[in-house]
Structures are given as structure tokens and as C-alpha cells.
């Protein structure tokens, strides 16, 4: 079993930063994709950034391209969301999600990732 936890959230104004982190723990934790997601209020739950676990190789959003930096720390079992220049769209309830039983190209489908976190929010103001 794998847990994810993650931490960070909270309110900041338009035009701020925020770090997102989300803690890995369990047997023997490892991955092949760790992502992060989002669902804002009334919406459905998207894509923002993933990871590829070995290659480090990161992916992101058209809508936080630029703005957002995924990164991971092996040692530590945690992945990073580094996120600056928020707008108020940026608000939402972020999750870290895992990609543990098999490798999947496709790392934007909800269904691809095996753990989820119980999310974080993340409340921008204007």
C-alpha cells in the first residue's frame, strides 16, 4: 500500500507563489509517474504536471506551462509543485497522484494513476 500526503497549500494573492509537496511512504515506494491534479468547485478534476519517476522527464498543462515547475527528490519520496504567477483560476483543490502498478504513456488520464492524496487547497485571490 502507498500513501501520499500532501502539503502546502493555502491563500495567497494573484501574482504570488506557492510549493506544493507531496510525501510518498509504503513498501518500498516507487513509481514510474507521479502526477498532480486539480478540481476547482463545480468542476471535473484536471491534468496539471507529471513526472516520469527515472527519466525525471516533466509534462504540464497548457494552462500552467510556464508558470508551474514539477520536480522530485528521490532521497525523500516527494514530488514538488512550484507554482508562481497564480490567477485566481489557478484556485483549486490540488491532488498528487501515483503511478505504481505499470508503466503508462498516456499521464494525463485519471485512470492511469493507482494512489491518490486527499488533496490540498490552494486559494488565489484577485
Known amino acids: 500500500q502507498v500513501q501520499l500526503v500532501e502539503s502546502g497549500g493555502g491563500l495567497v494573492q494573484a501574482g504570488g507563489s506557492l510549493r506544493l509537496s507531496c510525501a510518498a511512504s509504503?513498501?518500498?515506494?516507487?513509481?514510474?509517474?507521479m502526477g498532480w491534479f486539480r478540481q476547482a468547485p463545480g468542476k471535473e478534476r484536471e491534468f496539471v504536471a507529471a513526472i516520469r519517476w527515472s527519466s525525471r522527464n516533466t509534462y504540464y498543462a497548457d494552462t500552467v506551462k510556464g508558470r508551474f515547475t514539477m520536480s522530485r527528490d528521490g532521497a525523500k519520496n516527494t514530488v514538488y509543485l512550484l507554482m508562481n504567477s497564480l490567477k485566481p483560476e489557478d484556485t483549486a483543490v490540488y491532488y498528487c497522484?501515483?503511478?505504481?502498478?505499470?508503466?503508462?504513456?498516456?499521464?494525463?488520464?485519471?485512470?492511469?494513476?493507482?494512489?491518490w492524496g486527499q488533496g490540498t487547497q490552494v486559494t488565489v485571490s484577485s
Open positions: 509504503g513498501r518500498t515506494f516507487s513509481s514510474y509517474t
Open positions: 497522484a501515483a503511478q505504481v502498478s505499470r508503466y503508462y504513456s498516456d499521464y494525463v488520464q485519471e485512470r492511469n494513476y493507482d494512489y
